[in-house]
């Protein structure tokens, strides 16, 4: 069994699945059954059964899952047993919303750059990092690598980002801008498109 | 064929297909074959011909598709045809990135109400409405439905957020809460979270 052929669906139930165990964990529950999970999680107790046999064999029969063991199963599959290191290109009102949001940091991502090409916000504060030149991209980058780069720039410009960072061996990419980025293989880029959200809404308010 | 079995996936694509497509209109392009469309919207030509055979016989063999048609089509299957009303709870960071955002408004989306709990909040000017107390929630909703609501609340309220939307006869919504809404069947619900799509990511990291 590879991993990669594990669905996105999939990954997504997993990372939610983690939230509940988070939330048991804080109300101080020992052990949670498939029933409980699926039910918080918006399915059924039969697909969360599914979801974990893939990495494994968590629970006993009868007794349910251990929470603190599958909340550690779940951080490691889903790589989260790491800090990542996180630079944003673009100092709009979404990266504004991502360097302020507590849960960022507290799952292990740490914003340690933000960039923008207008000199209006080119050195303000923002949450304790400086807004920096998009010039100086490389640069900075070489001298301290990211994990994950987060596109928020406008479409015209996000596709030469996207270049930059990957000939400086950034292997993930989160875009919000309105393109599909083009990428080698090797490279895993997620699309975040708020408008295309909506779309999914309305096609499924006209076609139920 | 129900339009139901048609994977969220596709939609997507059809979406991403659709900005193609007003690209290529402004570039004043009559018509594209499905091998430009799939090199623009990162996949190949036998999907994109597949998405679109879903819902009709598109385009003639050897000359395209008229980029125009195409573009009609695709705003009707996605129920772009139309303005929707759209109410955001929640004055946070992302409701105001959404509310200023200028391609909202541009695809058919008019935010006609925002709304917060926070009384430092409460009558400030968003973009030209003012934020009101969600108290009024239910009177605002009362006398002039939304047809989309947008939940951008703690996840401690959003379900009761949504239980109050949902007993107003609101369809869809659109939630970036960090829970997972219970809804009766015959409302849509969309959960967008950004820590998730972090997640998917760190998940890919791990496990190429």
Chains 1, 2 share one sequence.
Not at 92 to 97: D, N, R, V
Request: one cysteine or more; charged letters at 25%; glycine letters at 10%.
């Amino acid at each position: 069994m590879t991993m990669r052929k594990i669905a996105e669906s999939t990954v997504r139930r997993l990372s939610l699945y983690l939230r509940c165990l988070e939330g048991f964990e804080a109300q101080g529950l020992d052990t949670v059954s498939s029933d409980v999970l699926a039910a918080r999680g918006g399915t059924t107790s039969a697909q969360v059964r599914k979801d974990l046999s893939f990495f494994g064999s968590f629970g006993k029969r009868g007794l349910g899952y251990s929470v603190r063991e599958l909340e550690g199963e779940l951080r490691t599959i889903l790589g989260l047993g790491r800090r990542y290191r996180v630079a944003v290109i673009g100092a709009g009102k979404i990266g504004s919303a991502l360097v302020q949001y507590p849960g960022f940091s507290q799952r292990g991502f740490d914003i340690v750059a933000i960039f923008d090409a207008d000199a209006q916000k080119v050195g303000r504060a923002w949450n304790g990092l400086n807004v920096r030149n998009v010039r100086e991209l490389d640069q900075a980058l070489r001298e301290e690598p990211a994990d994950i780069v987060v596109i928020v720039t406008p479409g015209e410009v996000a596709q030469s980002m996207a270049d930059r960072c990957v000939a400086l061996g950034v292997k993930a990419i989160l875009n919000f801008a309105p393109i599909q980025l083009q990428v080698p293989e090797d490279v895993v880029v997620k699309h975040v498109n708020l408008a295309l959200e909506f779309e999914t809404l309305t096609f499924a308010l006209k076609n139920r």
